[in-house]
Nanobody, 125 residues
């Protein structure tokens, strides 16, 4: 079964940090661009960060730029999202996603073919 499984979410105080992981199984993601998205209650799913298949290219949404870092370890078939200086407005369910093929990191939701189930991140003020 091909799937992405996120972990590392939880409750943290404002100013704190969390590290999310996204582990792939049933498929190697070493040639896929990977992305993180988030969805807060009552809001649409929005782009957070993305990384190219080889880790050289990255892109971030403006709200998280300078605070979040996306990385990957292809030997472990895993992608990470280091989240620092967290704010209450970062509260959301965070999803990782795979964009098949050797593409550039995309901020477009519909470029991604495979999605995880999400992990909840709650930042208290």
């Amino acid at each position: 079964q091909v799937q992405l499984v996120e972990s590392g979410g939880g409750l943290v105080q404002a100013g704190g940090s969390l590290r999310l992981s996204c582990a792939a199984s049933g498929r190697t993601i070493s040639r896929d661009a990977m992305g993180w998205f988030r969805q807060a209650p009552g809001k649409e799913r929005e782009f957070v960060a993305a990384i190219s298949w080889n880790g050289v290219g990255t892109r971030y949404s403006d709200p998280v730029k300078g605070r979040f870092i996306i990385s990957r370890f292809n030997a472990k078939n895993t992608v990470y999202l280091q989240m620092n200086s967290l704010k209450p407005e970062d509260t959301a369910v965070y999803y990782c996603a795979a964009d098949y093929g050797l593409g550039m990191p995309s901020n477009y939701l519909y470029d991604y073919e495979l999605w995880g189930q999400g992990t909840q991140v709650t930042v208290s003020s």
